[in-house]
Structures are given as structure tokens and as C-alpha cells.
């Protein structure tokens, strides 16, 4: 029942959340691509890690597939906990991110679905090119409690996150820091606190490159007091008609590898692939 309360309350923010004013000529595709077009000029316009969130509002669909190996087993995941976007009005954007499937090369682990998610972001303050080029974003994620098989978390969890960027030209510097939290079987599954720095550089109109440093510290459960962390390669080329407008879509293609840089792992060479279509 909390879980049902917790997905209605986001649901009505978003119908009730204010959206920018549209001609009443426009059609429903046009107002949707209205949102990204009133966002432009109010934030940077850099490009969304491959793994940190994003400081930023945007919309769109990321369909995502990794692969991490782990002793005794090589995992892919079908979905990797990414899915829809909205924006609402210029403070607030929903994300839901449908269970990914995994298929676990195991004898031991069996494939089943994890977690799906919903996330509410609040955009603190922000200032596009002529107005400081930063982002300043408080975000909520809820993660509802798993079916029968599963290779997630064992039950339900809270992530509050805070994430802010500041581009200087081609290059910009973002940042996140989170607490996970989940609501039940502390003892066997811990708490978490995420640090997240990326260094970006936008290479051409259409290639960003970036590195991400991504450390998890974790707190209690089996593996409390140890620390894990990630250097993360990644690459980003965007792809959009000679005759684009801001009303039009884009397609990013991009992917990467996270490299595991500290003794303690749980997994290591974690080959992630993305398209994205931000609408």
C-alpha cells in the first residue's frame, strides 16, 4: 500500500505541476517537444553521464543494456534500471524505470527481474551559457520491492540525491551525492552513501567524451566499511537531421566501461551500451 500511495502522490504532481503556455494550434507531439525547447534556456546544455543523474531537466527514452562480470558469473541486464523521462513545467521532471531483466551466466544465480523505480527531480537553480552555465538539482528516487526472483536489492528502497554541474566553454565538471536506503533487511543488505565526478569535454558538434569517477561507500549489512570504486570511460556522438530544430528529436548513441580502481569489488569491466532519443 505505501508503494501504491508513493507512485499516485507522483503521478498527481505531475498532472498538477504547471507546463509552459502553448498555441492552441499546436499539436500534442509539438507541446511535448515544447518542454525541452523552454528548458534550453535555462540550463547547460552538456550531455547526461552515462552513469551519475543528470543536474539538469531533460525528456526522453534511454534504452540501455550492460554487462558486468563477477566471480563464478557474467551478468547482463536488459534495461540497466534506465526508461522514460517528462519534464512538467520548468522545476520538475518524472522518470519510470521499468524492472531490467537478468540473465546471470551462472549455475548458482538464477536470471529473474529487479527493481523498478520512480524518481522525482526539482530543479534548485540553474543558468544557461549567458547566465553562470551551472545546474542545481534535488532529486527522490523510490525503488518498489521485488517478485519472487530477483538480483537486485531484497526489498524496497529510498535514494535522495543531490547533483550539481558548472560548464566553463567545451568542458564542464558534474557531480552527485546520494544515500540508499533501503526500508527493511538492513542487516543483510547495508546502506550506501554514491559520489559521483565527471569531467566532460565536447569534442565536436556531434561527439562529447567523458570520464566518471564513481565511489560507493558502504555502510553496514556484509560488506559494511568497505569502499568500491569505479574509473568509467565513455563516449557519446549525437545523431539529428541537417534541418534540426528545437522542436525536433535526437538520438544519441553512447556507451562505456566501468573499471573497478579499488581492492574491494563486487563486479569489474562493466561494458555498458545506450541509445538515447531525448524528444
Given at each position: 500500500?505505501?508503494?501504491?500511495?508513493?507512485?499516485?502522490?507522483?503521478?498527481?504532481?505531475?498532472?498538477?505541476?504547471?507546463?509552459?503556455?502553448?498555441?492552441?494550434?499546436?499539436?500534442?507531439?509539438?507541446?511535448?517537444h515544447d518542454r525541452n525547447t523552454a528548458m534550453a534556456a535555462l540550463q547547460p546544455r552538456w550531455m547526461?553521464?552515462?552513469?551519475?543523474?543528470?543536474?539538469?531537466?531533460?525528456?526522453?527514452?534511454?534504452?540501455?543494456?550492460?554487462?558486468?562480470?563477477?566471480?563464478?558469473?557474467?551478468t547482463i541486464s536488459y534495461g540497466n534500471n534506465h526508461g522514460i523521462s517528462l519534464i512538467a513545467g520548468t522545476r520538475f521532471q518524472f522518470d519510470f524505470n521499468p524492472p531490467a531483466f537478468f540473465r546471470n551466466h551462472s549455475p548458482t544465480l538464477p536470471d529473474g527481474w529487479g527493481n523498478a523505480s520512480t524518481q522525482v527531480k526539482f530543479r534548485l537553480?540553474?543558468?544557461?551559457?549567458?547566465?553562470?552555465?551551472?545546474?542545481l538539482t534535488a532529486m527522490l528516487e523510490h525503488g518498489f520491492a521485488p517478485g519472487a526472483q530477483q538480483?537486485?536489492?531484497?526489498?524496497?528502497?529510498?535514494?535522495?540525491?543531490?547533483?550539481?554541474?558548472?560548464?566553463?566553454?567545451?568542458?564542464d565538471l558534474q557531480s552527485t551525492l546520494d544515500g540508499l536506503l533501503p526500508t527493511a533487511k538492513i542487516a543483510q543488505q547495508g546502506r550506501a552513501i554514491d559520489w559521483n565526478l565527471t569531467g566532460q569535454l565536447r569534442a565536436t558538434s556531434h561527439a562529447w567524451l567523458d570520464v566518471e569517477n564513481n565511489a560507493t561507500f558502504l555502510i553496514g549489512g556484509p560488506d559494511?566499511?568497505?569502499?568500491?570504486?569505479?574509473?568509467?570511460?565513455?563516449?557519446?556522438?549525437?545523431?539529428?537531421?541537417?534541418?534540426?530544430?528545437?522542436?525536433?528529436?535526437?538520438?544519441?548513441?553512447?556507451?562505456?566501461?566501468?573499471i573497478a580502481t579499488s581492492r574491494f569489488r563486487l563486479d569489474n569491466h562493466n561494458l555498458i551500451t545506450e541509445m538515447r532519443i531525448l524528444f
Open positions: 500500500m505505501k508503494n501504491i500511495l508513493i507512485a499516485a502522490l507522483l503521478g498527481a504532481a505531475a498532472l498538477g505541476a504547471p507546463v509552459p503556455p502553448a498555441h492552441a494550434q499546436d499539436s500534442a507531439w509539438d507541446r511535448l547526461a553521464p552515462l552513469i551519475q543523474s543528470d543536474s539538469r531537466l531533460a525528456q526522453g527514452l534511454r534504452l540501455s543494456v550492460s554487462q558486468s562480470t563477477a566471480p563464478g558469473a557474467a537553480a540553474s543558468g544557461d551559457a549567458d547566465h553562470g552555465n551551472f545546474a538480483n537486485l536489492l531484497l526489498t524496497s528502497y529510498n535514494l535522495p540525491k543531490l547533483a550539481a554541474g558548472k560548464a566553463f566553454g567545451r568542458f559494511g566499511g568497505r569502499t568500491q570504486n569505479f574509473l568509467t570511460p565513455a563516449a557519446f556522438f549525437v545523431v539529428k537531421r541537417k534541418s534540426w530544430g528545437p522542436k525536433h528529436s535526437i538520438a544519441v548513441f553512447d556507451g562505456g566501461m566501468q
